[in-house]
């Protein structure tokens, strides 16, 4: 067998280097294209099945298991027939398996839509998959425990849209909501009626926890409130836009 020469051992590198790079690039898609009238059921019984994993977990769910479960979802409808879920119309929750769970439940949230209404195809569905990706990057914070996502959809599909989600113990009882802070106690009265009162007390308590380390915390609550109100007119999303901008540069500032 005839020896490669230097020159055709650098070009395979390079084309193994090209095809791996294509792998690990993001599926995520920034475009208006898959936005439509038609495609927002598909796209909220989407959030509602990450949201369910979001409950089940415990409310521990981050938002790059989500990015690796939708990017793994895209890589699996692309290459064929997704495997038929499971029969029992149990779900459980087992650590570690976070990613798997995401991809069941959203395509259990969308077998029970499309049993009553259409089937959109399915590059639009990927389209729908891809879409959330680029909202996400916009939206995570920075750092691998970012759960700014989570709280911004669990603000948005509870109090905009009603969806109710609980997680229940093996004797089937609903297991207690989670205590939500100071925090977005304060920037729901500001929400309610431009309490000023309450936008003061929101921001200063908003610029303490920046400076004791806390700018995570101040971008997940800050999420959850503009996920309720998610009204593009109100006064607080640019106020609550900036805060979250801010707080990201101090979360930067202290990963050094």
Sequence with gaps: MAKESHDQRRKKKLAEERRKARQNQSSAYLGEKYKTDELIPTWMHTEIGIYQTYVLSERKLLDQTVVDALEKLIGMMRTGPLPPLP????????VGLEGDLVIENIRRSWANHFATERRPPKDDLIGVLRTILGSMQK??????????YMHHIAGFLTKK?????????????????????????LGRLWAADGNPEAR???????????RTGQANRVIGDAHLVLGEVS?????LVPELTALIQQARESLLTEMG
Excluded: C, N, W
């Design 231 to 235: 009204d593009p007119s109100s006064p």
């Design 139 to 148: 939206v995570k914070a920075p750092g691998p425990r970012s759960q700014s």
């Design 161 to 185: 849209l009603g969806i109710s989600i609980r997680a229940v113990s093996a004797d089937l009882r609903p297991l207690p909501e989670p205590k939500e802070g100071e925090l977005v106690r």
């Design 200 to 210: 003061t007390a929101f921001l200063e308590s908003a610029t303490h926890l920046m």
């Design 87 to 94: 029969e029992t119309a149990e779900i459980h929750y087992e």
